[in-house]
Each structure stands twice: as structure tokens, then as C-alpha cells.
């Protein structure tokens, strides 16, 4: 049973900045495509980032030029940074893996990621 487990979670002030972690033991290297995605109370899980296999890197609008997506394939481990962290970050975070690929692009629907994470909590107060 795949296994991919969050962590870096926890609460900030807006403007700080947090660090996730995803372990994926076997998938970082393997999977075409992984990402982040969020689901906050009431809402819709949207995605956040995406990575592909050789490294590319795509944002939804509303986190660029603040979060960045990366992976370490020796350590088994997708990472988010996040800086300059709004109210409106406030969400469940989730990786996922195996993700379907156009070759330089990812998919961003929930379908076309094969494993999930349990997620984990980002909170972050004005």
C-alpha cells in the first residue's frame, strides 16, 4: 500500500513563511507528475503546484512568486515552501503522486493523481 505522508504543517502570522514535506518513498523518481493541493472548509481541494518528472514547475495564480515546489529524489521527498503567507492560504494540505503528464506539463485534476497523502494543516491568522 502506497504511503505518502505530510508534515511541516502549523499555524503563522500572515507574512510568515512554512516549509511541507511530503514523504514518497519510490514516487518522486518514478512519477511523471506530483503536486500540492489544498481543500479549505467549504471549498473545493484545488491544486497548488505541480512537478514534473524532469523538474518542471507550474503555480496556480494565486501562490506565485510566493510558493515554491521541489523535490529531492536521493531523500524520497516532495517539498512546498511557502512565503509571505495570507489568511487566504488557510487549508488542508496534500501531495499527491503518479500524476498523468502532457510531457512538460502536469494534469491539475484530482483524477489524475493516483496516491494522496492524509494532508496536513496550514492555518495562518491576520
Known amino acids: 500500500q502506497v504511503q505518502l505522508a505530510e508534515s511541516g504543517g502549523g499555524s503563522v502570522q500572515a507574512g510568515g513563511s512554512l516549509r511541507l514535506s511530503c514523504a514518497a518513498p519510490?514516487?518522486?523518481?518514478?512519477?511523471?507528475?506530483m503536486g500540492w493541493f489544498r481543500q479549505a472548509p467549504g471549498k473545493e481541494r484545488e491544486g497548488v503546484a505541480t512537478l514534473t518528472r524532469r523538474g518542471t514547475a507550474s503555480y496556480a495564480d494565486s501562490v506565485k512568486g510566493r510558493f515554491t515546489i521541489s523535490k529531492d529524489n536521493a531523500k524520497n521527498t516532495l517539498s512546498l515552501q511557502m512565503n509571505s503567507l495570507k489568511p487566504e492560504d488557510t487549508a488542508m494540505y496534500y501531495c499527491a503522486a503518479l500524476g498523468s503528464s502532457g510531457g512538460s506539463w502536469c494534469t491539475w485534476t484530482i483524477t489524475g493523481y493516483q496516491y494522496w497523502g492524509q494532508g496536513t494543516q496550514v492555518t495562518v491568522s491576520s
Open positions: 519510490g514516487y518522486t523518481a518514478s512519477s511523471d507528475c
